[in-house]
């Protein structure tokens, strides 16, 4: 049956999610309310705002090849988690955006999105009050492992991820049958779900992009993308057979995002990541709170603020993964005179070189707003690379007084961290971070006086 097929059945409402406000998701924002409320003690309103978390609403992401139903199962969740469904359609069709204005003047010129755009437009949505408190439900985002990473590094970290699966000549059959509408948009099957009225059966197109060759070639792209995305995500990820009834395939889907992942950590980690800029700290910290429900402290808080968030029933119960502080031994010192003691420390090694190498070869397009690297991700054509533009924070000389700063106090900080473990941080980031996973959960090594 055609993943597109409704069923005879929809199942009764599901309960909502408990309603919440995403801590970190929302800092701007309460920033932002602070400014114009201009409270007499901004702390304490803050952590009122903070102290709302239960992190409990659906964040989740569908993937799958072309006509696997995915839009579909997506709609189906939304509708009976109460939920919020995020496409590249929806996300640059939204009116009050001056970002979603732009990427639509992009889309319809190159009928695609650059990931940096497509990121900035989630990250933007996702700050919206309906997200915070209902959730969202990523549909087939991202598309390539660059989106994901980037999506990572934003702490943006799906609870649920699904992949929908099913043959390639099944998928082009579904396809080849696809029908629209052009007065209602409805889309149409004519093996699965022909319409009844004459009429609209008259004026159904076939529409673009749905021959054999241009699925087979959008099918090929997938598959070259989706085994390396698939990594992003260990531990939450489950795929489903699309090649049965839609409906079978929503309850599987619906019973997996409404169950909860025990976290294989032995203990609570309290995980403090230290390195330079450009060790990849960010993204590290992401996956770990992905994959062990840590909450992830990034190192825009101010140290009162992170007191108060630290002592926070989650961090408490769940444990923590902070990054970027502290920067030096006070910094460590403050920390452990607070209680806040780190039982895994870990420090990101990259050389010197490979630090200048990641940073100083950014660039980004003044016109797009894609982010280029000279080296690992070049621009197709000359003429994208003629207008390229270089942050004056990743000049060379830039990038060598903060390595030198960060170097003058790592000395001190390994000494504070005596048990800490060095991990080689010059290096896929996925196998980087099984290091530092291998070093959570197995026992810290005894040093041999």
Known sequence: MDATTAPHHIPPEMPQYGETYHVFELMQNLLEQLLI??????????????????????????????????????????????????????????????????????YQKMRKLSSTLLVKLIQERLKE??????????????????????????GITPRHVIVLSAPDTVLIERNLGKRIDPQTGEIYHTTFDWPSESDVQN???????????????GLLEYHRNIVRILPAYPQILKVINADQPCVDVFYQALTYVQTNHRSNAPFTPRVLLCGPLGSGKSLQAALLAQKYGLVNVPDSII?????????????????????GFPKDLDQAHLLNSLGYQPNRVFFLNVPFDSVIERLTLRRVDPVTGERYHLMYKPPATMEIQARLLQNPKDTEEQVR???????????????FYKRAITVNADQDPYTVFEYIESGIINPLPKKVP
């Not at 997200?131 to 980037?150: F, K, S």
């Not at 004026?203 to 070639?217: C, I, M, Y």
């Open 37 to 106: 409320h201009q409270p007499k003690d901004p702390i304490p309103f803050m952590i009122s705002h903070l102290q709302q978390d239960n992190d409990n609403v659906p964040k989740i992401v569908i993937l799958g090849p072309p006509a696997s139903g995915k839009t579909t199962i997506a709609m189906w969740l939304c509708k009976h988690l109460s939920s919020n469904l995020l496409t590249v359609e929806n996300l640059i069709a939204r009116e009050f955006s001056s970002l979603a204005a732009v990427a639509r003047k992009h």
């Open 129 to 154: 009050e309906d997200c915070v408190r209902r959730g969202w439900i990523l549909d087939g985002i991202p598309e390539t492992r660059e989106q994901a990473l980037m999506i990572q590094t934003l």
């Open 203 to 217: 004026r159904l197109l076939v529409p673009g992009g749905v021959s054999e060759l241009e699925t087979a070639r």
């Open 303 to 323: 140290m009162k603020v992170l007191s108060r968030r630290l002592s926070q029933q989650d961090c408490v119960q769940k444990g923590w993964v902070l990054h």
């Open 401 to 415: 007084v903060k390595m030198d700063l960060f170097y003058r106090n790592s000395v001190e900080l390994e000494e």
